[in-house]
């Protein structure tokens, strides 16, 4: 069978999303980057279930640590056919007043330097002018691209942008090589990152503010990410799903 990358998959939308594939048969290249217990939990309950993964730790806005988990993935002996872009940071809610460089940069690096270099490796060994046999990939983006963020995170909200440009711009690059690039833009969904925002309890507080008036599962984003890789989505390229609850 064939290996789906998934960055991010040791938590949240990254997780869901892992034993999802896991269960369609793809053996699951789990990346992580601090939480070796959590990416471990992945793993076992993939394989208690008879699937297949392994885990691949790399910072995903390293350019040595990236090759590093490619290659490791590479001696697997598995084609690797799909990757999830999924591993991305934000920090606590601030105005752009107060935003550091430091900070913006940071943002940069794992949400959008992050996002290219693993679309880069994937393109290289997917692509029909690479010898390779196609392949789909799905950038995870957030309805933040649209919204803005303002006076929580408008730096991260920014490299979301990016992220809906680098899917359009790539998508178009390779739908002649045999690789579709599709974006999905989660709105509140509850995970741990609204604690690394500084408030774990945000979805709730804001929910009643969605159409929907709830909070997204990662489960549901993650049905999104699997069918726009799966034949199903055969001929999408360069499209972006909302996961935002009418908003
Ligand atoms: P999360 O629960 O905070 O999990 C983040 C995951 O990313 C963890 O697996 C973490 O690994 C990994 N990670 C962080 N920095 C990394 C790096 N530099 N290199 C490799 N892995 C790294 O986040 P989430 O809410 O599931 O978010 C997943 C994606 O969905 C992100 O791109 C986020 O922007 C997007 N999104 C989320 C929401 C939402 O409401 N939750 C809404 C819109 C978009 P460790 O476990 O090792 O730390």
Redesign the pocket.
């Known amino acids: 069978m064939a290996i789906a990358l998934v960055?991010?998959?040791?938590?949240?939308?990254?997780k869901a999303t892992a034993l999802q594939l896991a269960r369609e048969g793809y053996t699951v290249a789990v990346?992580?980057?601090?939480?070796i217990k959590?990416?471990t939990d992945v793993i076992n309950q993939i394989i208690e279930a008879g699937g297949k993964a392994f885990a691949v730790r790399?910072?995903?806005?390293d350019e040595a640590q990236v090759l590093a988990m490619y290659d490791s993935i590479d001696r697997e002996g598995e084609t690797l056919t799909a990757l999830v872009n999924?591993?991305?940071?934000l920090f606590e809610q601030s105005t752009i007043e107060n935003l550091s460089a430091e900070r913006i940069n940071r943002v940069l690096a794992?949400n959008v330097t992050?996002y290219f270099l693993c679309c880069r490796e994937a393109v290289k060994r997917m692509s029909f002018k690479h010898g390779g046999k196609g392949g789909a990939i799905v950038n995870?983006s957030?309805?933040?691209s649209r919204l803005g963020a303002p006076g929580e995170y408008v730096d991260y909200a920014a490299s979301k942008g990016a992220v809906d440009s680098l899917t359009t711009g790539l998508s178009l690059e390779v739908a002649a090589q045999g690789i579709r690039v599709n974006c999905v833009r989660?709105?509140?969904?509850y995970?741990?990152?609204h604690a690394?925002g500084g408030e774990p309890g945000r979805v709730d507080r804001v929910k009643s503010m969605l159409p929907m008036q709830r909070g997204g599962q990662?489960e549901e984003v993650a049905q999104a990410i699997v069918w726009l890789l799966s034949e199903k989505a055969s001929y999408v390229t360069g499209s972006f799903i909302e996961l935002a609850g009418g908003k």
Do not use: E, K, M
């Open positions: 960055t991010g998959a040791s938590r949240g939308i990254g990346n992580y980057h601090h939480n959590a990416a790399a910072d995903i806005s999924n591993a991305g940071i794992t992050g995870v957030s309805a933040a989660p709105g509140l969904i995970t741990d990152i690394s990662p």
